[in-house]
């Protein structure tokens, strides 16, 4: 797998210089990625991520003039030995009994001020602590100034609160100098438990066999050449490896000598801290691989979840009252006007729905702040459809993305499904359905079914008038003549009959337009439904997948040595 960590190079850079404006880079990344995977991910894969930021904070705040190594080892192997060797007093107790190391004690070359900070931070106990500064050989142990020696206890022990002690202290220590004795050396728990664990950061990392002296001159290079095998095992190729003899000055020259390179350079906390980012990135490059996700859902997916959210949101219902609604009002403004009064009379289809109704009048702001419409509630399938549509989407978003992210984009696309329903209704309430108008063909045909029947009254009118003169026995009146028909009953035919035609004629008209009414009211409702989706189940996905990018990018730029 070409992930992140492997790209970081992964051999020994014991004579790298790290640069404490990259390392703060790197962490500052680290951080990057915590804020962009907050929430997203679960919290106990990032402990050792907060932990790594909180730690190498509090350490590049404190002394970078010194630097704390820790000899640590198997109960007997010799740490006390070295540590009161190194530091030419009997600071700290060495024993036959075992273990005899229960506390980490310190030695501080140069002032103790300075390092009380850094040793209260560490959590040594302030009469654990001890100054090897004296007037006789200052000039001796000019080289050490700035070294902070720890004597752990042993990481074997019986006494469990020895390896937790030593647990904590390797994770705040600047370098560690394993202490192995030759009968010992091989032993599986410091090679499985500790040395493996710690082959990122080979770079602040020392190996002594100590006891050296207990060996015939002739094996030492056998077992160093045995021990160097092992420590290859365990990812530690390169790590400087010597021999030691507590009991000898002689002996601890070679070690003596690394401490001062060590101490000289400076560089031991940064390497450490820079390790530690390594070990942290290999930890979550698993979490956000290389893969570069899609920006988004696709098309299928997003048209999915509009058809399922217009399902939902009762579109189809809604469209189909705005057809009939459209036949309703036309019919009211141009059929035959005898038969209008009782066309009124009958219920909008709109306003049973609580939708505006005739005159365009809107729902009352106020109530669209809640379900404002009585469309009617979505069925259990429009419900389930809407669900897997939500669902679909967050699978297409969250198909390229690592094992950790799927659940956070389905979380995500579901966030906000409770507020979906008052949303998709207050948007039903809220569309212009195109029936405010009344179009000016509706107040010609209107105005012409007025005239033809005013034609017809005028024409019943007459005729009436002239059977009373004649009842009466007044003189008649002169009914002129088109063509053979007296002008009063062509006026009462005619105008009946022209109305009937009108109405007639208007009736596929109104049909056609009323479909196309529906048509328009579907476009319009599809877009304002669409406009609900993106707010409340793509916009949180996005999110999310920004937050991925943020994090892959953030991750990319703590994994750059
Ligand atoms: N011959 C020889 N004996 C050593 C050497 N280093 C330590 N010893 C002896 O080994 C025994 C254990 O030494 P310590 O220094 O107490 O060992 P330690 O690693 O501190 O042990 P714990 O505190 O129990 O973890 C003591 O008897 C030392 O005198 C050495 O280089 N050569
Ligand atoms: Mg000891």
């Known amino acids: 797998m070409s992930n992140i960590a492997g790209r970081v190079r992964e051999v020994f850079r014991g004579d790298q210089r790290v640069d404490a404006d990259a390392l703060i880079a790197r962490l500052d990344a680290v951080r990057r990625f915590l804020t962009a995977v ?19 904070g509090t350490r590049l705040a404190l002394s970078r003039d010194h630097t704390v190594v820790a000899l640590a080892g ?25 273990p005899t190391t229960g506390v980490t004690h310190a030695c501080v070359w140069g002032p103790l001020e300075g390092a009380n900070h850094l040793l209260d931070w560490i959590g040594v106990l302030p009469r654990h602590r001890f100054v090897r500064e004296s007037a006789l050989d200052a000039d001796d142990e000019t080289a050490l100034h700035g070294l902070i020696l720890l004597d752990l206890p042993d990481f074997d022990s019986v006494q469990r609160s020895h390896r937790l002690e030593v647990d904590r202290l390797l994770g705040l220590v600047d370098q560690v ?21 710690f082959h990122r950061h080979r770079d602040v990392t020392l190996v002594v066999l100590n006891q050296a002296d207990r060996l015939p001159p002739a094996e030492v290079p056998r077992v160093l050449d045995d021990l160097r095998r092992l420590l290859d095992t365990d990812g530690l190729t390169g790590v400087p490896l010597l021999a030691t003899t507590a009991l000898d000055p002689a002996g601890m020259v070679g070690l003596r000598d690394a401490l001062e390179r060590t101490v000289a350079e400076r560089q031991a906390a940064l390497r450490r801290l820079a390790g530690d980012v390594d070990t942290v990135v290999a930890g979550l490059d698993e979490l956000v691989g290389s893969a570069r996700p899609a920006g988004g859902p696709d098309d299928a997916a997003i048209n999915g979840l509009n058809r399922a959210l217009a399902g939902a ?16 009002r036309a019919v009211a403004a141009t059929g035959w006007p005898v038969v209008r009064g009782w066309r009124r009379l009958r219920p909008d289809p709109l306003r049973r729905l609580h939708l505006p109704g005739p005159g365009g009048d809107q729902a009352d702001p106020a109530e669209s702040l809640v379900a404002a419409t009585s469309v009617p509630d979505p069925t259990a ?32 696309a579901r966030s906000r499904l409770g507020d979906l329903p008052d949303a998709l209704d207050r948007t039903i309430a809220g569309t212009d359905l195109g029936l405010d108008r009344r179009p000016l063909w509706w107040r010609i045909v209107g105005g012409v079914q007025w005239l033809v029947t005013l034609a017809a009254v005028v024409g019943l009118g007459w005729l009436v008038l002239g059977y009373a003169l004649r009842a009466l026995g007044l003189p008649a009146l002169d009914n002129p003549m088109v063509g053979q028909v007296p002008l009063p009953t062509a006026l009462l035919l005619g105008g009946l009959l022209a109305g009937l035609l009108v109405a007639a004629l208007t009736r596929p008209v109104v049909r056609w337009a009323a479909r196309r009414a529906r048509a328009r009211a579907d476009q319009r409702l599809t877009a304002r439904v669409a406009q609900v989706g993106d707010e409340y189940v793509l916009t949180p996905v996005r999110i999310v997948l920004g937050s991925y990018a943020q994090a892959r990018d953030a991750l990319r730029d703590a994994a750059r040595r």
């Open 38 to 56: 907050d929430g997203l991910l679960p919290d106990s894969d990032l402990v050792p991520a907060h932990t790594l930021v909180e730690r190498a």
């Open 313 to 328: 949101a009762g579109v189809p219902a809604v469209t189909e009252a705005v057809e009939r609604a459209y036949r309703h």
């Open 381 to 412: 399938a429009q419900r389930s459809a809407l669900g897997l549509a939500i669902r679909a989407v967050a699978d297409r978003a969250a198909a390229d993305l690592p094992a950790a992210w799927p659940g956070a984009v389905t979380s995500a």
């Open 74 to 98: 198997a109960t007997g192997s010799g740490k006390s030995s070295l540590f009161n060797a190194l530091a030419q007093l009997e600071l700290s107790p060495v024993g036959v009994r075992r």
């Open 177 to 197: 100098v394993w202490v192995v004795d030759p009968q010992k050396y091989a032993d599986r728990v410091i090679h499985d438990s500790y040395l493996r664990e």
